[in-house]
């Protein structure tokens, strides 16, 4: 099994509107959550920090469960923009060390 | 801008060769950087931990005779792929914590390597 396991998608969904992915993490000591974007070719850029009361940065709300040990990204009012690969990536205690999960492709179309 | 910066961007070399990759941290100290791997439509597999002063930590299945690491400042690790072959061939890039920023953790940019 997988250390981190997400759906690979592709996700494809119309301008505006409500997509949200989810992450799933075999190890219970992980203590740090985290999801990241990446565009083709390019480095994976933080997205947000994954927090036990889950969080929200404008149009993006992560939520993390650890009963179930699996994260989500809602994305709402989708943008062209938004298309890309949705990395989640787990941490032990330090976060330093990150363990990444294949990515969920999301294509938003006008 | 970046904070974590790579060098190549790019890199073709005929098998057999060695490839050096660098990433230094701009502006901050980092005892530790990470070294990746992706293949395409693959996710980023940890490769080892490079800690200044002191060997490498490579993880399960990574051959730290092949893939040698050196991090001989606080602000430059070094991947250097020692006998590449096409199937070397990938995405590299390093990542590095910064204790400012709330241990924020920065990217370089990657280095995509094509071994012919």
């Known amino acids: 099994r997988k250390e981190v396991e997400q759906d690979p998608g592709p996700f494809n969904v119309p301008e505006g509107a409500t997509v949200a992915f989810n992450c799933t993490y075999s190890n219970s000591a992980s203590q740090s959550f985290f999801w990241y974007r990446q565009d083709c070719r390019k480095e994976p850029k933080l997205l947000m920090s994954?927090?036990?009361s889950g969080n929200e940065d404008g149009r993006f709300t992560a939520q993390l469960n650890r009963a179930s040990q699996y994260i989500s990204l809602l994305i709402r009012d989708s943008k062209l923009s938004d298309s890309a690969t949705y990395l989640c990536a787990v941490a032990l205690t330090g976060g330093n060390k990150l363990v990444f999960g294949a990515g969920t492709i999301l294509r938003v179309k006008s | 801008g970046a904070v974590v910066s790579q060098h190549p961007s790019w890199v073709i070399c005929k098998s057999g060769t060695s490839v050096k990759i660098e990433c230094r941290s701009l502006?901050?100290?980092?005892?530790?950087m990470f070294w990746y791997r992706q293949f395409p439509k693959q996710s980023l597999m940890l490769m080892a931990t490079?800690?200044?002063?002191?060997?490498?930590?490579?993880e399960q299945g990574v051959e730290k005779d092949k893939f040698l690491i050196n991090h001989a400042s606080l602000t430059l690790s070094t991947l250097t792929v020692t006998s590449a072959h096409p199937e070397d061939s990938s995405f590299y890039i390093c990542?590095?914590?910064?204790?400012?920023?709330?241990?924020?953790?920065?990217f370089g940019e990657g280095s995509w390597l094509t071994v012919v």
């Open positions: 994954v927090y036990s």
């Open positions: 990542s590095a914590p910064t204790r400012s920023s709330g241990n924020t953790i920065y």
């Open positions: 490079s800690n200044e002063g002191s060997k490498a930590t490579y």
């Open positions: 502006d901050f100290q980092a005892t530790t």
